[in-house]
């Protein structure tokens, strides 16, 4: 028979969020555009634009990972991807202040970064789907101070080879 304190524990694993940490994601991606930047020639290297750009992402997934929780599903390790990040450049670029191609340059450069590890393109008039790299994101379950994104992004299992079927041509 469970103990009170063990119900506790089992009851707060089951009903504990996760959210994005701002400030411990904020440094994940400052150390990240430093070794990005480190041996770059200054043209390449990503400025002060890319990391104000990133910090939007960031933010604006974090109210994301919320609302997903909140009325979509909980996330569960293992079971449940990470939700993507729906957003579009008109959004992006009022949130920065500058224009809308800008906003897509500085997403390109962020994506050859490894920063945006992918996007889903859903037309002209419609929001994308952007998916940030896990070594920019710190998700902390309610209480845990551990980073426990690496739950979420499980290495891929080897494939599994099929034979090749031989194609007969008749004559």
């Known amino acids: 028979m469970k103990t009170n304190s063990e119900k506790f524990v089992n009851y707060y694993e089951q009903t504990s969020k996760y959210s994005v940490k701002w400030a411990k994601s904020r440094k994940l991606l400052e150390a990240q555009l430093l070794t990005y930047?480190?041996?770059r020639p200054l043209?390449?290297?990503?400025?002060s634009a890319h990391q104000a750009l990133a910090e939007k992402l960031l933010y604006l997934y974090s109210v994301s990972i919320h609302y997903h929780q909140a009325y979509v599903a909980q996330l569960v390790p293992g079971t449940t991807p990470l939700p993507a990040l729906w957003t579009n450049n008109v959004q992006l670029?009022?949130?920065l202040t500058c224009s809308e191609r800008t906003v897509q340059n500085l997403r390109q450069r962020l994506r050859s970064a490894g920063i945006i590890t992918r996007e889903v393109w859903h037309g002209t008039n419609c929001q994308y789907e952007l998916f940030l790299s896990p070594q920019v994101?710190?998700?902390q379950r309610g209480g845990d101070p551990?980073?426990?994104?690496?739950?979420f992004f499980v290495a891929p299992g080897p494939t599994v080879s099929t034979p090749h079927r031989k194609l007969y041509r008749i004559l």
């Open 37 to 39: 930047n480190t041996n």
């Open 137 to 139: 994101l710190h998700l």
């Open 93 to 95: 670029s009022q949130m």
């Open 146 to 151: 551990d980073n426990q994104v690496d739950a």
């Open 43 to 47: 043209a390449q290297q990503l400025r």
